[in-house]
């Protein structure tokens, strides 16, 4: 059997929970109405009732508001009722709005899409023009950040079951109704489907129906784990620059509304690394902006060695605030990003809401302690030390760019299955990558999408400006020795990874006494690159302790889910 390539799914009963009709019963209980009123109302009409004239684009909500209580009032005298005092179709589609999502359903799409797998929602829809419009828009907002695209049939003028609806599906999917799943509550519409050669899928039980799902595309999209969290694509997100003085500008990309966090990334790595936490934060209610670093990406690389000290990043962080009118952030860093958010903190305190770390604990600095030095001290560490000559690492790592992001990104899960990359005796070998063979294997965690994203963004400035960030251990230790200590008092937040084989859990020990407020997350099965390896269990950590903080801080945030 061939295996599907897209999968098209129906708003109502399909993604959401509810189906009007559902609704339209459940208005008729709370008032004492006859069941089916409403439906029978509007089958009295035809064709050309109110709903259908909406859901076609023919009329508004409110338009078609009217035109219900019209035939609504007509009903009620042939049945002999008398309607209500306060039936009212505005308050009845304010129910049929406050529809549930189907969670299983949105972490389908998100596991279908994962594996290169289209999807689609067809909706019979009207165009909001009432007060209460911002209902209707949260629902297209997430819809459009879950899903590949939404057709609308208040725009298409047409309405499932429709042919033509179906029809304009496949035409924009750029498939043949026998490469494309259709799933639905309704038989009507999923015999519709298949007597145009689509496979229907009939959801009647959730479980049943993901079992067809993965028959059908051969992608699993149930698990007994947490499912894959959505993963945005650099195509949908708000890419901007902030010019942060001559000659150098940040780029950054935005999804969201509400109060503003800050994703820090480390190496090598760019914003891309926090695709699966940017559609989570800013469904949660969050302003997300995640910017490639300094050095990375589309953000400018200067030559200057000097330029990628912590003192001048953390200053460029401070400024891309100001000139985005951002007066306090809650700052999240993984790897170089989580020294960042924590120097940022002790550095510029008023500025930060709320600070967390992915891997990388707050270091206590020691004025007594030459920084190289205890550099040396830690075998593990001996990759920093091989990165301080200019050139030699640039010309390793930018041989085979692609090799060397499968070299780097892996999960803990696949080490036996891989050769291994020690980071400790690499100038006695002569290299970091010496030793392992020409062919890696591209990891489970890393879609070859997502290889050829970081392989096209280090095309641009290749390692230079990463690498510099390494380069800058006394001029940071200086500055550090410099700057007056004082415990964290603000909320903060460190998460530590079983698996990572440089930054130990251990290493995280005591950082109570220089944060009281600090929160802890572990996640005993995960490496180094938190992120994208366990990404469900980083995501419910991470809004669990956002939405405590901001609780905290009577702070509002508006979920979109």
């Not at 399909?14 to 509007?42: D, H, M």
């Not at 001559?246 to 509400?258: A, L, N, T």
């Not at 209610?285 to 003192?311: C, H, N």
């Not at 030390?385 to 085979?400: C, N, R, S, T």
Request: aromatic residues 8%; contains cysteine; hydrophobic residues 40%.
């Amino acid at each position: 059997m061939a295996l599907m390539k897209a999968v098209l799914f129906n708003l109502w009963g399909g993604v959401l929970t509810t189906r009007p009709p559902q609704s339209f019963l459940a208005y008729e209980k709370s008032l004492g109405l006859p069941s089916n009123f409403i439906s029978k109302a509007l089958a009295a009409e035809g064709a050309d009732n109110a709903l259908v004239l909406a859901e076609k684009g023919k009329l508004t909500l409110q338009q078609m508001q009217i035109k219900l209580e019209e035939s609504c009032k007509k009903e009620a005298c042939a049945q002999g009722l008398t309607l209500p005092a306060e039936f009212s179709p505005a308050r009845l589609f304010e129910v049929v709005r406050g529809a549930d999502f189907h969670r299983p359903i949105l972490e389908a799409a998100a596991a279908l899409r994962h594996q290169g797998i289209a999807t689609g929602v067809l909706a019979n829809l009207w165009v909001d023009d009432t007060p209460d419009r911002h209902q209707m828009a949260q629902i297209l907002s997430v819809l459009e950040g879950h899903f590949d695209f939404v057709l609308r049939s208040c725009i298409t003028g047409a309405r499932v079951p429709e042919s033509a609806m179906f029809d304009q599906a496949v035409e924009k999917l750029g498939l043949t109704p026998q490469q494309v799943v259709w799933l639905d509550t309704e038989k009507e519409s999923v015999d519709a489907a298949v007597g145009l050669g689509m496979t229907g899928v009939l959801l009647q039980d959730m479980t049943s129906a993901l079992d067809q799902l993965k028959t059908h595309t051969g992608v699993e999209v149930q698990s007994p784990k947490e499912g894959v969290p959505i993963a945005c694509k650099p195509d949908d997100v708000s890419h901007g620059f902030v010019t942060i003085k001559p000659g150098v500008r940040i780029h950054y990309v935005e999804m969201g509304e509400g109060p503003a966090i800050l994703l820090c990334h480390g190496f090598p790595e760019s914003w891309f690394s926090w695709r699966y936490q940017i559609p989570a934060l800013a469904d949660a209610g969050f302003r997300v902006l995640a910017p490639d670093m300094k050095g990375y990406g589309d953000s400018t690389a200067p030559e200057d060695i000097a330029e990628y000290s912590q003192e001048n990043i953390c200053q460029d962080i401070v400024t891309f605030m100001d000139k985005l009118g951002i007066p306090q952030v809650t700052l999240i860093g993984h790897d170089w990003g989580g020294s960042l958010v924590w120097n940022l903190a002790q550095s510029h305190p008023e500025r930060v809401r709320a600070v967390a770390s992915l891997n990388t604990p707050l270091f206590p600095v020691d004025p007594n302690t030459d920084p190289m030095e205890r550099i040396k001290a830690v075998p593990i560490f001996d990759y920093q030390i091989y990165f301080q000559e200019p050139g030699i690492a640039e010309a390793e790592l930018e041989k085979d760019l692609a090799r060397t992001f499968k070299i780097f990104f892996y999960g803990s899960d696949e080490e036996s299955k891989r050769p291994p990359i020690s980071t400790a005796k690499v100038r006695e070998r002569g290299g970091l990558f010496v030793g392992l063979p020409e062919e890696i294997p591209r990891s489970s965690h890393l879609t070859e999408d997502a290889l050829n994203y970081y392989v096209q963004e280090y095309r641009k400035n290749g390692f230079r400006g990463p690498l510099n960030w390494y380069r800058n251990v006394e001029a940071n230790w200086r500055w550090m020795c410099s700057r007056p200590r004082a415990k964290l008092l603000m909320p903060a937040l460190m998460v530590t990874a079983g698996k990572d084989r440089v930054l130990l859990p251990v290493f995280s020990r005591g950082m109570e006494n220089m944060i009281p407020n600090l929160s802890r997350g572990h996640i005993e099965e995960c490496g180094h690159w938190t992120q994208m390896e366990r990404p469900a269990e980083l995501n419910r950590i991470l809004l669990g302790w956002l939405k405590e903080t901001h609780q905290k801080a009577s702070i509002a945030v508006t979920p979109k889910l």
